[in-house]
């Protein structure tokens, strides 16, 4: 096992009970979604000074409308969260997404195969539908769990969500192989940066929420 896989391991038991421990305490859950958003938010605001360094006002633009979504977007987290109801359903797309992010390394490193875009060299077709099955799955698995029945459209629930973090992962990929960077950051040991974690998320927890709200 390599160094750095020791580390993303470690790294990901440390987020993995951060989150637990966001699920159970309020004050926890806005702390975390603070440090989350301002952290996200100065190395995106790098990215963009890269990429558009030339291009003041475009680059005005593009960092004034992350930080307006980053701002709604952990803003309705913490004001939904505040039901149990919504706070259980949010939880359930977010490990989702984290389920998909599994499935795509886990297909992807046994069955490897064709490449799925150049704008990331190292996804693959299989490590995609490993992301699908592997969200698609949880999502069905918990809610049989809770509800002790199955909903069919949770299938596409779980579809939904998975393709939702590829396109987002996808597209902050494009933004790092622009402006040349491996990583967004190197806060996270293993893993790089914040937006390196929540890439996906910032596009699938949303609309994964909101297809599950329609059954639900």
Same mark, same amino acid.
Not at 31 to 36: E, P, R, S
Not at 69 to 90: E, V
Not at 136 to 155: A, C, H, K, W
């Given at each position: 096992?390599?160094?750095?896989?020791?580390?993303?391991?470690?790294? @990901?038991?440390?987020?993995?009970?951060?989150?637990?421990? @966001?699920?159970?305490?309020?004050?926890?859950?806005?702390?975390?979604?603070?440090?989350?958003?301002?952290? @996200?938010?100065?190395?995106?605001?790098?990215?963009?000074?890269?990429?558009?360094?030339?291009?003041?006002?475009?680059?005005?633009?593009?960092?004034?409308?992350?930080?307006?979504?980053?701002?709604?977007?952990?803003?309705?987290?913490?004001?939904?969260?505040?039901?149990?109801?919504?706070?259980?359903?949010?939880?359930?797309?977010?490990?989702?997404?984290?389920?998909?992010?599994?499935?795509?390394?886990?297909?992807?490193?046994?069955?490897?195969?064709?490449?799925?875009?150049?704008?990331?060299?190292?996804?693959?077709?299989?490590?995609?539908?490993?992301?699908?099955?592997?969200?698609?799955?949880?999502?069905?698995?918990?809610?049989?769990?809770?509800?002790?029945?199955?909903?069919?459209?949770?299938?596409?629930?779980?579809?939904?969500?998975?393709?939702?973090?590829?396109?987002?992962?996808?597209?902050?990929?494009?933004?790092?192989?622009?402006?040349?960077?491996?990583?967004?950051?190197?806060?996270?040991?293993?893993?790089?940066?914040?937006?390196?974690?929540?890439?996906?998320?910032?596009?699938?927890?949303?609309?994964?929420?909101?297809?599950?709200?329609?059954?639900?």
């Amino acid at each position: 096992m390599s160094k750095n896989l020791k580390k993303r391991i470690k790294t @990901s038991i440390l987020l993995l009970l951060i989150l637990f421990l @966001s699920f159970i305490n309020f004050y926890a859950l806005t702390y975390f979604l603070l440090i989350t958003g301002v952290l @996200s938010i100065l190395e995106f605001l790098e990215i963009a000074n890269i990429i558009f360094k030339k291009k003041q006002i475009k680059k005005l633009l593009i960092n004034i409308i992350f930080i307006i979504y980053i701002f709604f977007f952990f803003t309705l987290f913490i004001m939904l969260s505040n039901a149990l109801y919504f706070k259980i359903l949010i939880f359930i797309i977010l490990l989702s997404c984290v389920a998909s992010d599994i499935g795509g390394l886990v297909f992807g490193k046994i069955f490897k195969g064709p490449k799925l875009s150049k704008i990331s060299p190292n996804k693959t077709v299989s490590g995609a539908f490993g992301s699908i099955i592997f969200s698609t799955i949880f999502i069905v698995f918990i809610i049989y769990y809770l509800t002790q029945s199955f909903e069919p459209l949770l299938i596409g629930v779980g579809l939904i969500t998975s393709i939702s973090c590829q396109i987002g992962d996808l597209f902050f990929s494009f933004l790092k192989r622009k402006s040349s960077l491996k990583d967004t950051g190197n806060f996270l040991p293993g893993h790089g940066g914040v937006l390196d974690r929540i890439d996906g998320m910032l596009l699938g927890l949303p609309i994964g929420l909101l297809s599950l709200l329609i059954i639900y």
